[in-house]
């Protein structure tokens, strides 16, 4: 069977034949398209059968098919990188790393595309440790940026993941100074590297950092993250109330973000992004168990793993409460989109750089709600960037779903007339229909079940697990 080799870093090598062995660290792709689907009736319809358990993958911990394609992309929670699947082409796969993959898709534990297929988030279960990183170069990061806490979401192009900020080989220092994303563009020639030295604007262009088009930086450690519209997302926060050392004391929680307009690839401004935090919605990670998500009329579903419940919630119910508004003392955009501003240099009376500690101290300090912050008491958390608008929603509509049905609850996926739900301890995932009568039970036989996601046409269920390191695919009929 001809497969493709890759280099350490995802990189396609010339073609060769090899023969496709069970042995430890070979190679397996087993693909089955074109044959015909068995029905429900058939016994080998709910049997797991094989698609990619293989050296492109490092402790897969989710999944997701690409809107209007045959492309299921994977992320890696072991090597901060994402595997790509085209199901028509199995030469097709690969492996790829952002160039500050560390940071960008730190320990990647879910990934959600737009409606059509151009955009797509992940989620980071990361309190931004930037593992495998000596910060030579710059070494106030050791104490200013490593384990901080400052990590969230992070939005990309399926066309040019990967793709920038490549003149940094992977795991190299950072070369920018400073404890944030955006360097001073200030620094003079004899300062800047003379790689990075631009003759024709006479500045020290540093390298993007990474191929990233956004990023917000409220919720470390999350688990889980579905789309919701345009550029928002809901995300499963697991740390919740957390300091600036990497301490989270909880308990999780529910949130919305909003990217609005991006700053395009591996730039740094963040000031138009809205957080809203549904802070009473119950949530508890489980260390290395991703947390599915899914929407589905009007409810948006979540996999409470440290719970062991899967519950749903109406995001449209609740009572709204601006805790801080926008900077600039204007209404805050919703639901914008395409490219905007680029770095907080570039705004003549802006605060100056919104990741920076003093500025969002001195951004609540003007523009917060101090009544709203003082009666949130223990559930206050500070923002750490400064915002278009940070909220709280208390009370919205919520309710456990297929309650005593799963012990550790990770992936779920929707489909047309039922659902589904991997259950990590046991293994099995389990169906349900949408009023909640139970339905098939897949005995997938693996330890490290982890996420789900569907075909366009609903007939085949795909799977990630972290033990095997392999993706499977179930024929649903």
Known sequence: MPLTRFDDRGRRRPRHHYTALTAAGAVILLMATGCSSPGKSDPQALTPEPILVSELLDSPSALAMRPGTLE?????SGDDSLTIIDLDDPDSAQRLQDGYGEHFTARPSGIAFNEDGTFF????DSNNEVRDMEFVLNPERESHFRNNNFMGPTLFSPETFALAGQNKAYLDDWPQPGISHDPPDDIPEHQCPAEYWAQGISQCAWPRQGSHLDMLHGNPLSTGI???????YYV?????????????DGPGHVARIDFNRDHQEGNGFHGDGVTQRYIDLPY??????????????GWVYYSDTGAGTVRRFQPDTGRFEVMVSNWNDSPASHGEHGPGVVDWSHLEDGPGDGDDPETVSAWVAEHGNQEAIDAAGDSWIMPRKTLAEYSYVWEATAEKVAPGSVDRPSGLVAGESSWFVADNDSGRILEFDWDGSPGRVI????DGLTGLALSEDGSELFFTDTDSNGVDRVRLG
């Open 72 to 76: 299921l992309w994977i992320a890696n």
């Open 121 to 124: 988030a992940i989620s980071n």
């Open 226 to 232: 579905v789309h919701d519209a345009v550029n928002a």
């Open 236 to 248: 499963l926060d697991g740390c919740g109330v957390g300091d600036s050392r990497g301490s989270c």
């Open 284 to 297: 508890k990670r489980v260390d290395g168990v991703p947390s599915g998500m899914m929407r589905h009329d």
């Open 443 to 446: 005995e997938t036989g693996l």
